[in-house]
């Protein structure tokens, strides 16, 4: 933007927002001059490439070859994850990484081999370097997964810092998903996908799950500056029945060229990348029922939203309050005059098991005598421009200060504020407005590129800064409310984040736009980012920015209702209540939210083995069986865990739809008619509900009419066995919950349920519903 565009979109602000325009186009006009100072033209630049191989020094766990103008250092971890760092980068320092680099593998072994290469030989992945820098990551078997060109650097003359790219080719029958939270795909399909957080993109994450025939390998390239991934899936039988491999080019602006590979089927890379980065943090039980959001006006208005639920007969567990709460647009703060009592009301809504969960923004409003803004001065919180001046831009409540938070000294502060939360009674938080990472009012981010930034005493700018703006908000709160409230589990919703982000919380997936192919886009972000090891996410029902059709809002509830994070959201513009359209609705929600609840003891489960194991509640229909081509093209169902199968309608007017089954028997959990699979089977998917089939042999956690724990138990296949894993929660705090394992097979005509313990076997002493005798099973 430049200054006419400034000028008009000036004459675009109405009256009652002409001083929030004025301060905006001036914050514009000196973010383009602190960049002009901060960030000189790079100039004429000098390329390189690593050259030929010179020599090589064994290490434990790997090695560094060293080449003509560069050096490749190569680890191993236990547990397989490979290292790459080019010119003598090192695992750290990362904002991904929890608790440090791993340990090494002692046994992976360095040696030479053919034609002036090098090679690692490990227990289950062999990495080859030729004599030029090309590197191989191959099958203990000698299957090539993915070969890395020499990359190139791009070097200023007069010095700074040196871009990069890497590119990369893939088997032709790959697939490529991941890079975060992403609207196209699942699958991601030939085009440029950025790395840099936004409101399109709230979280941007170099890490990409390649999947193929021989196997999955999870690439992440570990550096937080701005870059693209340019993706070509390739083609088999290409050119005179050649394949084409697919490709893979990666360009960044800056930071280290360093990349971690996870060779494995996707549970083992996922619990590989989670060990890595981190494990998911454990949501409060609460966190996993029905949440509302609304900006509302005063007390009145939140106990008359509840009471539009209880007297509906819908289930409610939490209800976020939006930044209209705040006094005056000042973040820890409460409008004393339309909120006098809010500790009193959160408590009378607690009782009625209603948690309130606050809106936090990361601008600081610009008030002297303001104690939060005074505060963050007195310990130098706030960033700064190169200067050394402090930077003021145009958030949501006005002209703010952003503090710092790659600084330890600023996250205690800022981590200290949550206290003044818990007093009112929050349970919980939202970060829904990371200004940093988002746009401001002329669509431009209001942290200028220059800006100065402590990335833990490192030092650099908000170029490297800008991605982990939002981790950092989210590890600050978070290790406040552990020191605050050390006996609760933290919940944290971030809007935004980067690599290690489920450290810290969930991910609540930004501004998904109102209709139809907004509806395909939250079921993609969703598993785009289970799959980049953030299992707990979701999208607002019905999107933002437009009015949905109550068909529209329908079929988005009714998906809603099998994610992580289910959480609808009434607009600035129009109601969002379920009963705002109409009775039919009304009805088929109230259908749906009572399922969520009956699963809320799944949901429990899911939430427990995705910290202990990294993998997502909401899965690719592929996960079980990844060779499986036609599952890999499957982008319009998944599985949620290991027992069920969603296949939500996507498409208006849809009331029968095809679904793609993986091998085994599925049973229609509201027939109980059974289907075999693999293949294709047409189900009916009625305005009142969504096709949901139980897989064969499952023993699915449930709560009965009395709110205590049940087994659904869904019989397995004539000649085979079943089983499933129960954790039921005790609570909030952190308590560790037993694991019950249960077994299921057929013992003549009747269907057994046996609980293994590490000494034997014993009788369920929770009650057990077998559902589907009567299904016959249809083919394919």
């Known amino acids: 933007m430049n200054g006419r565009d400034l000028v008009r979109s000036w ?34 630049e000098r390329a390189r490439v690593p050259g030929q191989v010179r020599d090589a020094q064994p290490e434990p766990g790997g090695g560094v070859i060293r080449f003509a103008r560069s050096e490749l250092r190569i680890v191993v971890a236990v547990g397989g994850a490979v290292f790459l760092g080019w010119d003598g980068a090192g695992p750290e320092p990362s904002y991904a990484l929890a608790g440090g680099p791993p340990e090494v593998d002692p046994r992976a072994l360095l040696e030479p081999d053919k034609d002036g290469g090098w090679r690692v030989v490990a227990e289950r992945v062999t990495v080859v370097v030729s004599r030029h820098g090309a590197v191989e990551v191959c099958t203990p078997g000698g299957l090539v997964l993915r070969r890395e060109l020499p990359p190139r650097w791009w070097e200023p003359l007069a010095g700074g810092t040196a871009r990069w790219t890497q590119r990369a080719e893939v088997a032709a029958d790959a697939r490529f998903f991941g890079l975060g939270g992403r609207t196209e795909g699942p699958r991601l399909r030939d085009g440029t996908y950025r790395l840099w957080n936004g409101d399109a993109i709230p979280l941007a994450m170099p890490a990409q799950l390649v999947v193929a025939d021989a196997s999955a390998h999870l690439v992440f390239h570990d550096t937080t500056w701005d870059g693209t991934v340019v993706l070509r899936e390739g083609e088999e039988g290409a050119g005179s029945g050649h394949d084409r491999a697919g490709r893979c080019e990666v360009r960044m602006d800056g930071g280290p060229l360093r990349c971690w590979v996870i060779v494995g089927t996707p549970a083992r890379v996922l619990n590989a990348w989670v060990s890595l980065t981190g494990a998911p943090a454990l949501p409060p039980a609460w966190a996993l029922g029905h949440q509302h959001a609304r900006d509302f006006g005063d007390e009145q208005e939140v106990r008359e939203a509840v009471a539009g639920f209880q007297e509906r007969d819908l289930p409610l567990d939490a209800l976020h309050l939006d930044a209209g709460h705040h006094d005056d647009g000042r973040p820890f703060t409460v409008d004393p005059d339309r909120f006098p009592k809010l500790p009193v009301l959160a408590e009378e809504l607690r009782r009625d098991g209603v948690r309130l969960v606050s809106a936090v923004d990361a601008a600081v409003r610009v008030v002297p005598g303001d104690a939060v803004y005074e505060g963050g001065s007195a310990v130098d919180a706030f960033v700064r421009d190169a200067s050394g001046r402090t930077v003021r831009g145009e958030g949501r409540s006005g002209e703010s200060v952003f503090p710092d938070l790659t ?17 009112q009674g929050f349970a919980g938080f939202w970060h829904g407005a990371h200004e940093p990472s988002a746009r401001d009012a002329f669509g431009e981010p209001p942290l200028p590129r220059s800006a100065r930034h402590a990335l833990e005493g490192r030092g650099g700018d908000h170029r490297e800064a800008h991605n982990v703006d939002a981790l950092c908000m989210a590890r600050a709160a978070y290790e406040g409310l552990r020191e605050l409230s050390p006996d609760e589990r933290p919940f944290v919703l971030s809007r935004s984040g980067w690599a290690g982000s489920q450290r810290y919380g969930g991910v609540w997936s930004g501004e998904v736009p109102t209709g139809w192919p907004g509806l395909q886009a939250s079921l993609s972000l969703v598993l785009g980012l289970g799959l980049c090891g953030v299992p707990y996410s979701g999208t607002d029902v019905g999107g933002l920015g437009g009015d949905p059709s109550p068909e529209l809002y329908l079929r988005w509830f009714q998906l809603g209702a099998y994610l992580p994070l289910f959480r609808t959201h009434t607009g600035a513009r129009a109601r969002r209540e379920p009963w705002e359209f109409g009775a039919g609705v009304l009805e088929h929600a109230r259908v749906a939210l009572l399922e969520r609840r009956r699963l809320s003891p799944y949901f429990v489960t899911l939430s427990h083995l995705a910290r202990w194991t990294g993998a997502p509640f909401v899965r690719p229909v592929w996960w079980g069986a990844p060779e499986d081509r036609g599952l890999r093209d499957c982008e319009d169902a998944f599985l949620l865990g290991d027992s069920l199968l969603v296949a939500p309608v996507l498409d208006p007017g849809t009331e029968r739809r095809a679904v793609r089954l993986p091998r085994g028997r599925w049973y229609d959990t509201v027939t109980e008619r059974a289907y075999e699979g693999p293949g294709q089977v047409l189900v009916d998917a009625p305005r009142s509900r969504i096709p949901v089939l139980a897989r064969a042999g499952a023993v699915v956690p449930v709560r009965g009419a009395d709110g205590a724990l049940e087994l659904e138990v869904w019989p397995p296949a004539p000649g085979r066995a079943g089983g499933g894993l129960v954790v039921p929660d005790a609570g909030d705090g952190w308590g560790g919950p037993e694991i019950e394992r249960y077994v299921t097979r057929w013992d003549g005509t009747r269907v057994v349920v046996t609980r293994e313990w590490d000494g034997g076997t014993a009788e369920p002493s929770r009650p057990v519903r077998v559902r589907g005798l009567g299904g016959a099973a249809d083919g394919q």
């Open 11 to 44: 004459g675009g602000v109405g009256a009652g927002r002409a001083a929030r325009g004025v301060r905006a186009v001036r914050a514009a006009w000196h973010r383009r001059r602190s960049d002009a100072v901060g960030l000189p033209p790079r100039g004429a």
């Open 407 to 423: 600084h330890a000294r600023a996250r205690a502060w800022w981590g200290g504020l949550y206290e003044e939360r818990l007093e």
